[in-house]
Each structure stands twice: as C-alpha cells, then as structure tokens.
C-alpha cells in the first residue's frame, strides 16, 4: 500500500476502524500487534498527508483571483 | 443666531408654521442660550415671510429636484378638484405627496392605498402650512420587490411541488473531501473567506467562475454548476452580501434545477444570514455565510490532528489491555510470534506516548505518563512470560501439527514433533508416550 495510492479520507477511516477493533478486544494477541503496526502506519500516512498540505487551487475558466499564484487550467 | 418671529395667529387661513419648526427653533435657542433680548435690534420675520424663505431654500436645492423616490402609498384622497393627494411612507418615514390634476392623465393606473411606486417630481413647501412635500410629475407602480416577491413565492411552490426541496433526497457532505468545487465569482470576498477557512487543509479546490449578480448572471450560475459535474466530492455555491436585487439571481428556476441535478452535495451560502434564496432551498445543506459554509466544507485541522494523536493513545492503551490478558499470554506462547518485533512495537508505542506528551497539555500529559508506566510494566510482564526467558533456562517449547503438546497423548508414536530451543529447533519422533505425574 503506496502512500499515493492511499487518499486522506480513506486512511482516515481505516484509521478509526483499526483503532476500533483493538478496543473491542476480541482478537489474539498477534491478530492485535499486525493491527496495531497497521494503525501506527496510518498514523504517520495521516499525519505526513496533513503536514504536506499545500494549496491546490484550479480553475474551470483558468480564471482566478489576482494574489492567487498557482494557477492552473484544467 | 437667532430667528425671532411674530405672528397674528398661529393658525386659520393665514399661513402657520408647523410644531416642528417651532420646536425645533426652542431647542436651537434652548442650545444658543445667548437670546438677543433686544429685538429691535434684530430682523422680525412673518410667518409668511419664514415660511417662503424655507421655500425658496428647498426650492432652489437642485437636489431636490427631478427626483424618483421609492415607497407606499396611504391616505390617498381624490380631490374634487381633480388633484391627487396622498402620503409616500416607508417603514420609519412618511412624506406628504400631491399629484395635480394636469399631471395625473399620464399615470395610467388608478392610485390606491398599500401600492408601492415610485414617485417621479421635485420637493417644494406649501406655504399655507408650511409644509413640505413631494409634487409629484409621474408615478408608475414598483414592480421591483413586490412583483419578483410574487415571481419567487410561485416558483417555490413549483419547485416545492416537484420535490426539488424533499428532506429525503439531501445528501450527507463528504467527512474528509478530497475535491471541492467552488462556485462563486473570482473577484468576490466569498471566495477570500471561503480559501481562508479551508487553509492548509489538503483538498484540491476547483473553482467553477460565475457571474454573481446583474444580466445573464442566472445562466452563468447555472453552467458553473454543472460544469463541476463529476469533478467534486463536494460543491459550495457562495455569494456575498448584497441588495436584494443582487441576490435576486439565486431565485432562478435555472440555477436551481443546475444544483438540484448536481452529482455531488451543494453547500449554499448566499448573502447574509437573513438572505433565503431558492437555491438555499434545494441545496443539500444551506450555510449563514461563505465562511460558515467552507468550515460545514471541510473538518477543522486542529481537531483532526489531536483526533489522530488521541488514535494512537487509544491503540497503545487497547494493545496494553490485550497483553495483561492472562488468556490470551497462553495463546501468546502457542503461536511461534517473534519476541523482538513484539518488544520493539511496545517500546515504540512508549517512545510515541512520550512524544504526544510533550505535544498535549498538562492534563493529558498526566494521564499519558501512567500509561506509560503500566506499558512498562507490560513490557515486563511480557519479557517474563515470553518464550525467549525460558528457552535460555534450558526449557523447550514442544509442537507437532496439531499445535502446543501439553500432555503425552498430544502426540504417539512414531510422531513427528518439533522442539523450539533457546537457539534453534529440532525435528523428532516419538519413540514412547507414557501418563505421568507432572514434571516438577
């Protein structure tokens, strides 16, 4: 699993799901620690997805506002 | 300075100053207590001669001439002699108005209380009262707010019929977008405030540039609508403030059907907080304002990063809990796990919580550092319990195919077993198996 491939609202939610199922306990021990190394995983995948943000900003018309740099039309 | 002025009689025929004027003159003296008490001294006006300087005053404004002005009119009387009078009033005001009969052939509507005009004419003083009026040189009915109130109410319930409004078909908004359409004009402040608030967020915006007010305005709505067609997991259509008439574009039966048809939520937010435009009905969610629609738009990146912070906790605390679970360290033993990728999670999980603890505030922190010794403590536990202490005492951890053998029937004969020793393992048969009393 590529960090690419991956969007924020997808890792988000396994994120909580991961995070669900080790508080219901109901799995081994091992089944546990896979989980937990998958939720850590998630948590850095997040956190870098966060932390990199950078604005995006398109437009239809290739029309923008003045202080807006990044321009783009698509 | 002061007026002082002489009269007669204050009222009949001969021309009156008003109360107001009066009074408003008592307060002026009352304000410029320094009354010339000599009025020889200074100029006595008539009433007359007051009343037609106030004229003249007014008259000669050229401010006051040519004028439209806009209200409703009430106490309309038509006078015998063929001239209109009426009064123009709006919420807070009220202004005397006469139509002579030599303008009001042109009109070509009859006047009638409760209508909203518009009063073309000049203000001037009828100097036998002293009163200030408009006279009017035509009226023509306002067709402006009433008329497009009557438009909006016939196209709501149109629409409303046609279930364009219906609570059943509003979407939810996505949790976490990864593409948000904006529909706004380039130029406006929705769009500053909107980019504002959805800051370092990580989406891709798309703005879809529309004309927001004035002639062909709906249109041009519209097509930015469906222009983001497939292209957002969310859409805000966003105006800011403005006069009613501005506004008057988001009523259109055309952008209203465009975000009806919209693939993806739509998120209004059209003037201020007591605008109410249709396309506020048919959105899926209408926000008070631009701002407050971008924060509906997008979660609060604060919020997520503690939420993800707190994530972490809650799995070291879940994965803590499972390693004290007497059970489940027998099963633990059973299955050939590796001890040192299990030390390195806990001491990584203990590493992370230190960390979050510099990160959160004193409270928290509190809380963090008793987990943090009782994943110690579990780290303890953990290492005594482990295969790998007791492997080194010499013991071995016997298996075959069926999994841990624990009793001498586990396995018979001719078996073949496999013994896990301290360093390496051993593949055996069974020569014998005998009930015995435990080993001790």
């Not at chain 2, 007026?3 to 307060?27: D, E, K, M, N, V």
């Not at chain 2, 967020?201 to 529309?210: D, F, G, K, T």
């Not at chain 2, 001491?347 to 510099?358: K, M, P, S, V």
């Amino acid at each position: 699993m590529s960090e690419r491939e991956v969007g924020l609202e997808e890792a988000l939610d396994d994120l909580e799901r991961t995070v669900a199922e080790l508080e219901e306990g109901k799995l081994s021990l091992e089944e546990s620690l896979v989980l937990f190394e998958k939720g850590m995983m998630l948590v850095r995948l997040c956190q870098s997805k966060l932390d990199r943000a950078e604005r995006q900003i398109e437009s239809l018309t290739g029309e923008l506002p003045p202080d807006l740099s990044c321009s783009k039309k698509i | 300075m002061g007026i002082t002025c002489r009269g007669s009689r204050l009222c009949g025929p001969a021309p009156a100053l008003s109360i107001f004027i009066s009074y408003a003159l008592h307060r002026e003296m009352v304000k410029y207590a320094a009354i010339p008490l000599d009025c020889a001294l200074t100029q006595i006006f008539t009433v007359t001669e007051l009343n037609e300087r106030i004229r003249d005053r007014l008259e000669n404004d050229p401010r006051l001439h040519d004028l439209w002005a806009r209200g409703e009119v009430s106490n309309f009387v038509y006078h015998r002699s063929g001239h209109r009078y009426f009064t123009l009033k709006d919420r807070d005001s009220q202004l005397s108005c006469v139509l002579f009969r030599n303008q009001g052939y042109s009109i070509g509507f009859e006047l009638r209380d409760g209508q909203n005009v518009l009063v073309f004419g000049d203000v001037g003083v009828y100097r036998p009262q002293g009163k200030v009026q408009l006279v009017a040189r035509g009226i023509k009915l306002d067709e402006g707010l009433g008329f497009l109130h009557s438009q909006f109410e016939a196209l709501k319930k149109k629409l409303d019929a046609e279930g364009l409004f219906a609570v059943e078909r509003k979407r939810a908004l996505p949790k976490y977008p990864s593409r948000i359409g904006i529909v706004t004009s380039p130029q406006g402040a929705a769009l500053q405030d909107v980019l504002h608030i959805i800051g370092a967020y990580p989406v891709q915006i798309i703005l879809s540039p529309a004309q927001v007010q004035g002639e062909g305005a709906e249109a041009s709505i519209a097509l930015a609508v469906r222009a983001l067609s497939g292209r957002a997991d969310v859409v805000i259509v966003c105006r800011g403030g403005g006069s009613a008439e501005d506004l008057w574009c988001f009523n259109s039966e055309c952008v209203a059907r465009a975000i009806f048809e919209c693939d993806s939520p739509v998120i209004s937010a059209i003037g201020h907080e007591t605008d109410v435009t249709i396309a506020d009905f048919v959105a899926d969610v209408r926000a008070p304002t631009p701002t407050a629609a971008a924060k509906m738009a997008v979660p609060d990146m604060d919020e997520l990063k503690s939420w993800i912070m707190q994530s972490e906790i809650r799995m070291v605390r879940a994965l803590w809990s499972g390693l004290e679970r007497k059970g489940e360290r027998l099963e633990y033993l059973s299955r050939s796990i590796s001890a040192r990728k299990m030390y390195s999670l806990v001491a990584e999980a203990r590493q992370r919580l230190d960390f979050l603890g510099e990160c959160l505030g004193a409270a928290e922190e509190e809380k963090l550092k008793g987990l943090v010794s009782r994943l110690n403590l579990a780290e303890g536990r953990l290492a005594a319990v482990g295969p790998q202490a007791t492997l080194s005492r010499g013991y071995a951890i016997a298996r075959s195919g069926r999994g841990l053998l624990l009793r001498s029937e586990d396995a018979k004969p001719g078996d073949v077993v496999e013994l896990i020793l301290a360093k390496g393992r051993l593949l055996c048969r069974v020569l014998e198996s005998e009930d015995t009393e435990e080993f001790h």
